[in-house]
């Protein structure tokens, strides 16, 4: 999360001024709604949920970063309702198995004949939950499914849902045991979010909202009711909004001279002393989409430099490594984009 | 593999320096050690002594006596201040020995001739020592006429006579060396700050809002001249600290930024003919245009 993102929440209020067409509207009440049913659950965390509609309506895959407890699979399960999406979970560990994530051939015993049993894959929304814990080959395996949107069982192709989206997480502390997603796994991801703690304030109103939930009877036993329990399911939205909310991405206005920004800025990553690694094509490729994506979001149908440096941090950010000169210096990947942000000739 | 044959051959130069006394009683470091220490038992040095026989060994070579006891209060050896004694003594270990001692002394002899391992002995608490004789025969490996070594030829290294001037001539080029780091160097970083001097957004913004104002500038330019403008609000309000997203999030809350950023969205970001009247460029880089100046003639 960049600095402004994590210093104050999002303002609904849209950037301009202006009344925006229909088409715009019905996407941007469309927009308003998925927000409003995910703040009755979720507080505050409203960057993630723009980094999730972005994801969702440019058809890239999200990776957050973060400590556990920061509700990302509240906040995955809860998207997925509002729009009424298949979610399916899963969490990554040492011993999980390509097939575990993309289906196997099972034998039916009935009728003797090898059956494809499919996978978790095959949803619209996957959580990939502490994905540097599972072996490379695991993680490969997914994220060629990510990048292909088919899986291949038994010889057999099949083809992934749309809309898929893969929201991956990482715990940043605890390293132990874990493989390290490599740059060009990283580059799969369009953006990768780091999630902060609440501010104070909204603590205080998690703790007051979680004081307030009661025992849910079940049989003759009840068990304590969390944030999930008091899900609605009614969806606020459907597919055919989200359809709509694309296509309206890829009508937002890109102008000669924002590509040129984008341009300058990936080639100085490829260029800058303190760089070992810059950004890759698909990376400029990706600006653009978010930045369309978070432009229609706040209300806009052209993209504006804003929209480029709210999100350059997401999307370059990873993709960059530090040569040795630069981390000998104590200089960060943060620090050293920003540099590169603010230079002017 | 390379360090077993390693190994081996390290021990074989260690062997008869410096091992434990076991090893050298079980190897049979030379005839002197042998005739002392063949015995193997500790017990049986004592009788060797007692009976006064003369040992023996050979220029250079350690002859050690094991167990030794000799009567009365603990013996240290004198220390080997002489460079002139043609024998070295040392007490290796000493065991007490009911109100005696027993010693494993290390005996070396630099010359040849018959000599009396208690004369380089002494008391530790000072008093007088008294004991009977132990006689060591240091006998010559070489001829009898070779009575010392053949002397080394000692021919003078044709590179020492050149070395003082090498110094000499090497401190030299160390120092220019030096004195054209300490003056180069400064030069070329003020030569670096004259041209971060020049780079500030004014002057960089100037030729190209006149270019703008003429109606000159690709895309790329005017890209430029929207990072430069952007840059030269941020040194006129003080935002150098702030990241790129929040600079621009304080500028659009500024009267005056706010403004010319969105003449720029209009100018520059928006689909054309959107305005609903055209976007005046030379109004709204004018106060560039002028700002530019001003610093260049500063």
Known sequence: MTGQDAAKPVDLARDIAEEPNQEIKEVIEF?????????????GQDIVVERLLIALFTGGH??????????????????????????????????????????????????????????????NLLLADEINRAAPKVQGALLEAMQERKVTIGGENFSLPAPFLVIATQNPVEQAGTFELPEAQLDRFMML???????????????????????????????????????????????????????????????????????EIVNRTRNHPLLELGCSPRAGISLIKASRARALIRG???????????????????????????LADGHTGASVLQGILREFD | MIRIPFIFFLLLILYPV???PAVAIAGGVNSATASIALSGNPQESEPHLQENTDLSTTVGFPL????????????????????????????????????????DIEFRGFEPGRFNIIDHLKRNDDSELVSDPLWVNVEPILAAEKVRPIPLPQTESKFRSYYVPILFVSGIIWMAGLLAILFYGRGTLKKASVITKVTTPAEKMRPLVDAAIAGKLTAAQQAE??????????????????????????LREHPEATQMLEQLDFWLHRPAGEAAQPVDVNALLKPYQDQSKTTASE
Do not use: C
Request: charged share 25%; net charge neutral; glycine share 6%.
């Open chain 1, 300 to 326: 806009r149908h052209y993209v504006v430099p804003d929209d480029l440096y709210a999100l350059a941090e997401d999307v370059i950010l990873h993709r960059i490594r530090l040569n040795y000169e630069a």
């Open chain 1, 31 to 43: 927009i308003d709604k998925i927000r409003t049913r995910v703040a009755t659950v979720v507080v």
């Open chain 2, 64 to 103: 050690r006596l094991l167990q030794t006891k000799i009567v009365g209060s603990r013996l240290i050896a004198k220390p080997y201040t002489d460079r002139k004694v043609p024998v070295m003594v040392r007490i290796i270990e000493t065991f007490p020995h009911g109100s005696d001692f027993r010693y």
């Open chain 1, 62 to 123: 999200l990776l957050l970063q973060g400590v556990p407890g920061l509700a990302k699979t509240l906040l995955v399960s809860v998207l997925s309702k509002t729009i009424d999406l298949e979610f399916a979970r899963v969490q990554f560990t040492i011993d999980l198995l390509p097939s575990d994530i993309l289906g196997s051939e099972v034998l039916d015993q009935k009728t003797n004949e090898f059956r494809v049993h499919k996978g978790p894959v095959f949803t």
């Open chain 2, 225 to 250: 001249l929207e990072r430069i403008l952007s840059e030269f609000w941020s040194a006129k309000l003080n935002l150098g600290h702030l990241p790129a997203d929040q600079l621009r999030t304080t």
């Open chain 1, 193 to 263: 979010h780091r999630l902060v703690y609440p501010t104070p304030e909204e603590e205080k109103e998690i703790l007051r909202r979680n004081a307030q939930l009661g025992i849910r009877v079940e049989g003759k036993g009840a068990v304590a009711e969390t944030e999930f329990d008091i899900l609605s399911n009614e969806p606020a939205g459907s597919g055919e909004n989200l359809v709509a909310a694309m296509q309206a991405v890829q009508q937002v206005y890109v102008s000669e001279a924002f590509i040129e920004h984008i341009v």
């Open chain 2, 18 to 20: 410096g091992f434990p």
